[in-house]
């Protein structure tokens, strides 16, 4: 127990939203753990869903909240969709965008030609968030998207963003409207898709890196899909409930209250057979599971007591394709 979760990782990619900042403003704590373990000397690189701001402006808003970044440190959704638009269709090319001009300006930059309306026939359609979009936007891409032989690249699909003042509709409600109105299905770019976290592990020159996430559905999925370690942060998104009842896809290797754990000795699980299903032990806490119900010794409020939970719960339900939300009971600790 002596070995702090960090030292397991030579590199960690960060999610933004709703674990470094929730709208403007920084997470309590965050930006002084993010700075430490810079200091420590392992890189950091923060892989953003969000194409609606440049890398640079990006950069500039996390120093800004007190984490000191280059352009160079955030691989975004925005330079991922590009790339893959790059990819699959000459230079030249005319590309219909439903997003912000940040986005143009990374498109144009992979050396296609951004346009906004079907009129000026575009062979590829990219769609990333931007706040301004409208009913007009949306009905360029569906006019557009009537070719089937038209590409049609979504930088990410995320249906929530967290601000300040709640959850907000994201890029994937977009998508999902133009998804609806034409019957089909964009290439994904962003997360939960690999390889944006492996090109931010290349760039931070990492073979163990630790992805962190308060989104089980993106930064968890991805970070799993591309082989890496995943952290849950319980700052943003999902919570304690959502994560013990994950699909198998979507299942962290440790959950963390705040950013400071990263800090703490790295909780260990130990998960064993039992009659008539599993049980589990971290820290003082234990849990034990007949596959339906999930018996938990220990605190509500301690995050031992649902780790030993998911230890249980994942094991009887290894396969899961979908969420299964266990039925709880509580004793306490004796």
């Not at 409208?134 to 995320?158: I, K, R």
């Not at 007949?290 to 290894?318: E, F, K, Q, Y």
Request: charged share 20%; with cysteine.
């Amino acid at each position: 127990m002596s070995e702090r979760l960090l030292d397991r990782y030579d590199a960690v990619l960060s999610d933004l939203d709703g674990v470094v900042y929730a709208g403007p403003h920084a997470i309590p704590g965050a930006p002084e753990v993010l700075r430490r373990i810079s200091s420590e000397g392992v890189p950091v690189i923060y892989v953003t869903n969000n194409a609606s701001r440049s890398v640079a402006t990006v950069a500039a808003h996390l120093t800004d909240l007190g984490v000191p970044t280059s352009p160079e440190g955030v691989a975004s959704s925005a330079q991922a969709g590009a790339e893959l638009l790059a990819q699959r269709l000459p230079a030249g090319t005319k590309v219909l965008l439903t997003g912000s001009q940040a986005l143009a300006d990374v498109v144009a930059d992979a050396g296609l030609v951004p346009v906004r309306t079907q009129e000026e026939d575009p062979r590829a359609v990219i769609q990333g968030f931007d706040p301004g979009i409208g009913w007009a936007q949306l009905a360029e891409a569906s006019y557009t998207l009537a070719d089937p032989d038209v590409l049609w690249v979504a930088t990410n699909t995320d249906l929530s963003i967290p601000q300040a003042r709640g959850l907000a509709p994201g890029n994937g409600t977009l998508v999902a409207a133009v998804a609806a109105a034409t019957g089909r299905s964009p290439v994904v770019a962003g997360k939960p898709e690999a390889p944006i976290f492996r090109t931010a592990a290349e760039r931070a020159g990492s073979a163990r890196p630790v992805v962190l996430g308060d989104r089980l559905d993106t930064d968890i999925r991805g970070g799993n899909a591309a082989g890496f370690a995943t952290v849950a942060v319980l700052t943003g998104v999902d919570t304690l409930e959502t994560i013990l009842a994950a699909c198998s896809a979507e299942r962290p290797d440790h959950v963390v209250g705040t950013l400071e754990e990263l800090f703490a000795p790295c909780p260990e699980v130990e998960v064993a057979a039992s009659p008539g299903g599993h049980e589990a032990r971290c820290g003082a806490a234990t849990a034990q599971t007949d596959g339906t119900r999930v018996r938990i010794r220990g605190s509500r409020g301690d995050l031992d007591a649902w780790r030993a939970a998911c230890g249980a719960w994942w094991a009887a339900h290894p396969d899961a394709e979908a969420p299964v939300a266990p039925v709880l009971e509580w004793e306490a600790a004796a």
